[in-house]
């Protein structure tokens, strides 16, 4: 099951993130994305929640990241977590408006 939400802020995300572990998810399950590469380091680590990382992606892709834009690295994480291309282009925009997009899956 994943669950997929856009929030305008930390606050609103430490809400969901709580909501989700009351529905049974546990933090190893749930991945925050920001736009801004420290706000989101930032806001993993104040969460306590997942970052994409080599297991999410594989190493071909993860080394790849390191080459692509910051908007392009954030579909090619999102997309390794079961987005289609499509909602992570679109999660993507909502990233560049400034606000956060919380990956739930189990």
Do not use: C, W
Not at 8 to 33: C, M, P, R, S, W
Not at 54 to 65: L, W, Y
Not at 74 to 81: C, T
């Amino acid at each position: 099951m994943m669950k997929t939400f856009v929030v305008e802020n930390g606050v609103q995300a430490t809400e969901k993130i709580n909501h989700l572990e009351v529905e049974g998810f546990t933090k190893d399950d749930i991945y925050l994305f920001a736009h801004d590469p420290n706000r989101s380091k930032h806001l993993t680590s104040g969460t306590d929640t997942e970052s994409v990382g080599v297991s999410e992606q594989g190493v071909f892709s993860s080394m790849k990241n390191v080459f692509r834009s910051r908007g392009d690295e954030l579909r090619s994480k999102m997309a390794s977590l079961g987005l289609t291309e499509n909602e992570a282009a679109h999660m993507e925009e909502e990233l560049d408006k400034g606000k956060v997009v919380i990956i739930a899956q189990q």
